[in-house]
């Protein structure tokens, strides 16, 4: 079993719509988690870190799964600026940071 | 203030040759990060440092692979006798002390033919 996985994609959804992406984790003494954007050819960035008691950041809510190893986020309002691919990363010890295979979202007009 | 920075941006070596990719992490991070990808993929970490301790070279795929980290900075990786399969972005990442959280640059694309 892969040590973080995602849903590959595509999701391709219409402007407006919500769309939410999972991503699970197989080592229960992660600790740390965020999700990163990637556009194409372009370099991974920070979106949001993922908190325990789940956290928002303007269309954006992240959560945390502890007892099923998961974690999601949900984007509300899609943008065709949301278009992109976005990458789960789990840390042990602040170290070891595994990334997800991405997940690829295409907001359609 | 500046970012991860990366060079070159890209670099085409022919099959056999060796190449090396340097990045310059945030000034005052103290762990770096060297992650490969390849088209379409997700990131393959290749090794990380932090400060002054051994760094995590687990995830080089061969012997050909080489980082060092001089003065706790700028980092170099080294590819020897590089291969097709080597062709792929290879990014770096730092983060400060601390916070887990890794900031990237934006990559040296790799193309060996």
């Known amino acids: 079993r892969k040590e973080v996985e995602q849903d590959p994609g595509p999701f391709n959804v219409p402007e407006g719509a919500t769309v939410a992406f999972n991503c699970t984790y197989s080592n229960s003494a992660s600790q740390s988690f965020f999700w990163y954007r990637q556009d194409c050819r372009k370099e991974p960035k920070l979106l949001m870190s993922v908190y325990s008691s789940g956290n928002e950041d303007g269309r954006f809510t992240a959560q945390l799964n502890r007892a099923s190893q998961y974690i999601s986020l949900l984007i509300r309002d899609s943008k065709l600026s949301d278009s992109a691919t976005y990458l789960c990363a789990v840390t042990l010890y602040g170290q070891n940071f595994v990334f997800g295979p991405g997940t690829r979202l295409s907001v359609l007009p | 203030g500046a970012g991860v920075s990366q060079s070159p941006s890209n670099k085409v070596t022919e099959k056999g040759k060796d190449v090396e990719l340097r990045c310059d992490p945030i000034?005052?991070?103290?762990?770096l990060y060297w992650y490969r990808q390849s088209l379409g993929q997700g990131l393959e970490f290749l090794i990380y440092?932090?400060?002054?301790?051994?760094?995590?070279k687990s995830g080089l795929p061969s012997d050909r692979f080489s980082a060092e980290r001089t003065g706790g900075s700028v980092s170099t990786l080294t590819i020897q006798r590089t291969q097709q399969e080597d062709s792929a972005v290879y990014l770096c990442?730092?983060?400060?002390?601390?916070?887990?959280?890794?900031?990237f640059g934006p990559g040296t694309r790799l193309t060996v033919t």
């Open positions: 000034s005052g991070h103290t762990a």
């Open positions: 440092f932090q400060g002054n301790s051994a760094p995590d």
């Open positions: 990442a730092s983060s400060p002390g601390g916070e887990p959280q890794q900031y």
